[in-house]
């Protein structure tokens, strides 16, 4: 059944409005349909029907006052007729009496005091809002920032991975007094203006909106001897040295993420992380390209014409054999399978460039043997071939 609409008092499509919040405080909807609160939906519906085939406009021309009843019983319908709304509507009405309450995020840089431990979140969530009370004002905690660092690597050591320490001086959690602000032996008290809350509440009618606590800036407490090392802040900058575990294959610009070692969040909120960005240091011998290694090895005329078993150097300072065909070419890329950088997913390959070195000085001997080579390579038979 399709059930009569009324034109509705607020905004549809950004979810409950101020003004539908203001009503669902203020009126009780199961009354208003002569239910009780833990009726089924048959229930309700068969009460509805029952008032608004009573009160329709059409049998009572001209009455205003059964006009108004319908249009209660209908409003009252729209939200108890409906699960979702039904439920939102109960846990509103449960979690009231209200000094507050919130309205649409977004226009308006106020925060919202719901007078209780997590009730502001509880609505946020459930009118879509982020934050609550602690979304636009600085009360509450906050999350500290994220830093940012290099990491000098040695190419060996990037490739099989270590574990090694960094020296950075940031913001971090003030020594003297573990971050409480307090002068060592004391502690914060419980701010007086606010109760610890970080807010107070300014009281314009029907609603509080709340704004951050002058007296204690929002921390919900205040310190009466603070730190002489971080004047109170509870961050003090100094050295210090963090340990980091670089994973195996780790590449040259690459940033490594160590969650919640970044500045200390505030008033209890999460440290930020730190960001460790990875220098690797050029290596004599090899190159990278992804997880394969890259290396070159020069080879005598000879060799590449007669075809050669060469060695080649490992990563690992040890050496394999390859063998080059007769007849390879100076420049020509040959692949040792699984002897490139290996990561705890999978293993590259070592690719080696050889390169027909020429000689700069002969022996009388060796230039003889070459002179004569040369008459044969450029003998016609030679040439009628190529
Ligand atoms: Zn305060
Ligand atoms: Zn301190």
Request: proline letters at 5%; glycine letters at 14%.
């Amino acid at each position: 059944m399709e059930r009569p609409r009324l034109a509705r008092s607020h905004g549809e499509g950004e979810g409950v409005g101020l003004a539908a919040q203001r009503e669902w405080f203020e009126k009780d909807y199961y009354a208003v349909l002569g239910v009780s609160k833990d009726a089924t939906d048959k229930e309700i519906t068969k009460a509805y029907r029952r008032l608004a085939r009573q009160y329709h406009p059409d049998a009572n021309p001209g009455d205003t006052a059964a006009e108004n009843k319908f249009k209660d019983i209908s409003a009252a319908y729209d939200v108890v007729g409906d699960e979702t709304k039904r439920s939102e509507y109960d846990e509103v009405r449960r979690m009231g009496p209200m000094s507050g309450m919130g309205g649409p995020g977004g226009a308006q840089n106020f925060s919202f005091d719901m007078g209780g431990d997590g009730l502001g979140d509880i609505l946020g969530q459930m009118f879509g809002r982020s934050g609550g009370r602690r979304g636009a004002s600085s009360a509450g905690p906050q999350r500290g920032k994220d830093i940012a660092t290099t990491l000098t690597l040695d190419f060996v050591d990037a490739a099989h991975g270590i574990t090694t320490s960094l020296h950075l001086t940031a913001d971090a959690q003030c020594s003297s007094c573990s971050g409480s602000g307090a002068r060592p032996g004391t502690s914060p008290k419980t701010c007086s203006s606010c109760g610890g809350r970080g807010s107070v509440a300014d009281n314009q009618g029907m609603f509080s909106f709340s704004q951050p606590c002058r007296l204690c800036g929002g921390a919900g407490s205040t310190i009466e001897f603070p730190c002489s090392t971080c004047r109170g802040s509870g961050i003090e900058r100094r050295p210090r040295e963090v340990n980091v575990r670089i994973p195996a294959g780790v590449d040259n610009g690459q940033k490594i993420r160590l969650k919640g070692r970044g500045t200390p969040g505030r008033n209890g909120g999460p440290a930020g992380d730190l960001f460790v960005e990875c220098v690797v240091t050029p290596h004599p011998l090899f190159a990278r390209e992804g997880l394969n290694l890259l290396t070159r090895v020069a080879v005598s005329f000879t060799e590449a014409v007669l075809g050669a078993t060469i060695s080649v150097p490992t990563l690992e300072g040890t050496e394999v054999s390859l063998k080059l065909k007769p007849g390879t070419q100076s420049g020509s890329r040959h692949r040792v399978k699984s002897k490139g950088i290996e990561t705890a997913k999978n293993t590259g390959d070592l690719i080696v460039t050889v390169d027909v070195a020429v000689p700069t000085t002969l022996s009388s001997d060796e230039r003889t043997a070459v002179e004569a080579l040369h008459e044969v390579l450029s003998s016609p038979r030679r040439k009628a071939q190529s």
